[in-house]
């Protein structure tokens, strides 16, 4: 085990030529405060938290103290923001810190975000905000606990510094751990300004780093295309599955290793609504949740597109041309597991899709309706639990005969069943208004709501009475939550 003096570094990525980063050193925030550290992902850097004080932590991440080994960059990328390319981007307020390559031989990206102004800041002040620093810590770990892949949080610091957003806002600073900070803008930077050389060696960077294996095929670049087609057709599909509306799935939000990336405006459904718009700045609605799958295609198509120099053009278009079939099959598994089939059924798919018009129809809490689903058994009881949730209850009778049926050509039995759906239909999910109740908490110097979320959102399969309140219907003042770009 290490200590924060003492991580690993080696920085692969400042290696690569001058031009792919501009290098800068992190502005210290005023009164820098630790608010919360994560053990989780202090391990994955073999960081021993019996030995990291929040001080040191509140220097390092405040900004003040570079880490040992430590060569902070910001990453140049670009990217189509809302369908229109913007060559402008690139790290504008947070900063690669460096690699730490851990004793398992992972090597993790530590990204300081809010740390202040980089040559590609354009007009921002290069700093985040208490608010969305929160948000983005939680939605990792939420998405953690679900098996969502995502980037994660070490820690986050406090200040006393203050900036225009919604009013004044309190600054904060969120160290940001991940195995890949590459995001789709990034070859698109290198296509858009016909620096294929620089494509290239961009292109090798990353399938030395993340995809070693394919090395050796006839096009690597083709074989790392179909990867990226997989991981985030399989990602999108758990969105999808889970209500997980990410609001701004523009190509510098989009990683390449498909994780969740870049959390801002986001939302878990607190209702099943195919037409639920989480950004209230997206008035066309591209963002909308029933559209992500469409939305993540289009940005393949961008990454394709940026890969031409490298790959022929029908290759990447068959490539493309997977995603569809590909989404809807891990999307129906995923849906398969939350309703507790295991047999494939061709009549599977109708069955799902009747559910998600009628939880559309009615509105229904579909965090609470999947985990009572869990415990039917065709007693009065449990349909009773069910209905409770159903605005209309006759609405759901005839797809819960039909459920019952299809139970009924399974065969494992039904504790088997119930175990195996609890451990897929979270109890506890990362609701608006959870957020908001642990960052108005923060602002007023109390820092265990978002601790306790912390905890809660680690094990959100597991019974936690503690937290049981979380589990029930959200208060009123919910839906009323307005979550913008401004972070
Ligand atoms: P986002 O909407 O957070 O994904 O950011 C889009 C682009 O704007 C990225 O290049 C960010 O680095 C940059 N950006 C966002 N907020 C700020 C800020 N406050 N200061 C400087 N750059 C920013
Ligand atoms: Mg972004």
Same mark, same amino acid.
């Given at each position: ?8 570094? $080696? ?81 504008? &307020? ?10 398992? %031989? ?13 040559? @590609? ?36 610091? %406090?200040?006393? +510094? ?17 195995? !890949?900070?590459?995001? #789709?803008?990034?070859?698109?930077? @290198?296509?858009? =300004? ?30 790392? #295309? ?16 889970? %209500? ?23 939302? @878990? ?5 195919? +037409? ?46 997977? @995603? ?10 995923? #849906? &398969? $597991? &939350? ?25 229904? $809490? ?9 415990? #039917? ?26 459920? &019952? ?34 960052? =108005? ?40 939550? !307005?979550?913008? !770009?401004?972070?």
């Amino acid at each position: 085990m290490r200590t924060l003096e003492s991580l690993n570094f $080696d920085n692969s990525y400042a290696r690569l030529p001058e031009r792919f980063y501009h290098r800068v050193d992190p502005k210290p925030l005023k009164g820098a405060h630790l608010i919360s550290f994560n053990p989780e992902v202090a391990a994955l850097l073999d960081l021993d938290a019996c030995q990291v004080g929040p001080e040191a932590l509140a220097r390092f991440f405040g900004g003040h103290e570079l880490l040992p080994g430590s060569e902070p960059l910001a990453m140049k990328y670009t990217g189509h923001q809302f369908g229109v390319y913007n060559p402008d981007l690139g790290d504008g &307020r947070g900063l690669l810190l460096g690699e730490v390559v851990n004793a398992a %031989g992972e090597r993790w990206d530590l990204h300081l975000k809010g740390s202040g102004q980089t040559a @590609f800041s354009r007009f921002g002040d290069g700093r985040a905000v208490l608010r969305s620093s929160i948000r983005e810590y939680l939605a990792g770990e939420a998405m953690q606990g679900l098996g969502i892949a995502t980037t994660r949080g070490l820690c986050l610091v %406090g200040s006393d +510094d203050y900036t225009m957003r919604e009013g004044m806002e309190p600054c904060a600073m969120l160290l940001r751990v991940s195995r !890949c900070h590459i995001r #789709f803008g990034h070859f698109e930077h @290198f296509y858009y =300004r016909r620096m294929h050389d620089d494509l290239k060696l961009l292109a090798d960077y990353c399938i030395e780093r993340y995809f070693p294996d394919l090395a050796g095929d006839e096009n690597p670049y083709r074989s790392m #295309f179909a990867r990226v087609i997989d991981s985030t057709a399989a990602l999108v599909a758990r969105w999808q599955a889970h %209500g997980f509306v990410h609001g701004v799935l523009n190509t510098d939000n989009m990683s390449l290793l498909g994780e969740t990336f870049d959390y801002g405006p986001y939302t @878990f459904l607190d209702q099943y609504r195919p +037409d639920y718009v989480s950004n209230q700045n997206d008035h066309q609605g591209r963002y909308v949740f029933r559209g992500q799958p469409g939305v993540v295609l289009w940005n393949l198509a961008c990454l394709g597109q940026a890969l031409l120099p490298l790959v022929e053009r029908e290759d990447l278009e068959a490539q493309l041309q997977r @995603f569809t079939a590909l989404y809807e099959s891990c999307e129906l598994a995923r #849906f &398969r $597991d &939350r309703l507790g089939l295991v047999q494939v059924e061709t009549d599977d798919a109708a069955l799902v899709d009747e559910l998600k018009a009628l939880m559309a129809e009615q509105r229904i $809490d579909p965090t609470r309706f999947f985990r009572r689903l869990g415990d #039917f058994d065709g007693g009065e009881a449990s349909i009773a639990a069910l209905m409770e949730l159903w605005p209309d209850p006759s609405r759901l009778t005839d797809w819960l005969l039909r459920y &019952r049926e299809r139970l009924e050509r399974e065969s494992s039995d039904a504790a088997a069943r119930r175990a195996r759906m609890h451990a897929v239909n979270p109890k506890y999910i990362l609701r608006n208004y959870m957020a908001e109740e642990a960052i =108005r908490a923060a602002r007023q110097g109390d820092f265990r709501p978002v601790n306790e979320l912390m905890a809660l959102l680690r094990r959100p399969y597991d019974e936690q009475p503690e937290f049981e309140r979380f589990a029930g219907e959200p208060p009123d003042w919910a839906g009323a939550i !307005c979550l913008t !770009c401004s972070s």
